[in-house]
């Protein structure tokens, strides 16, 4: 089971900036993708900007130019730096990696980001 912790949600004004980390643990064997979705209220969920293990990077068209996804190197760690936040990117922002030689999803618990007009 591979868990993981989201955090650096909050409150901010229109134009401002986040950053969100995610931290995996317990049994890491082989990450696949690790990546951000978002789902707004009343909304289906989305992907924001996903990493894989061989450096291609996605980003949905909403957020490029403004978000940025960062997997540092021999760290179960993932990144995601928002600037120039809009009203529109208020979400649950959801941590997501894909792992193993029969590859399993994994789900955080979510982080709120609110942006305020």
């Known amino acids: 089971q591979v868990h993981l912790v989201e955090s650096g949600g909050g409150l901010v004004q229109a134009g401002g900036s986040l950053r969100l980390s995610c931290v995996a643990s317990g049994s890491i064997v082989k990450i696949h993708t690790m990546g951000w979705y978002r789902q707004a209220l009343g909304k289906q969920r989305e992907v924001v900007a996903t990493a894989t293990s061989s450096g291609y990077v996605n980003y949905a068209d909403s957020v490029k130019g403004r978000f940025t996804i960062a997997v540092p190197h021999a760290e179960n760690t993932v990144y995601l730096q928002m600037d120039s936040l809009k009203p529109e990117d208020t979400a649950d922002y959801y941590c997501?990696?894909?792992?193993?030689?029969?590859?399993?999803?994994?789900w955080g618990k979510g982080t709120l980001v609110t942006v305020s007009s």
């Open positions: 997501y990696v894909r792992q193993g030689d029969y590859p399993v999803d994994y």
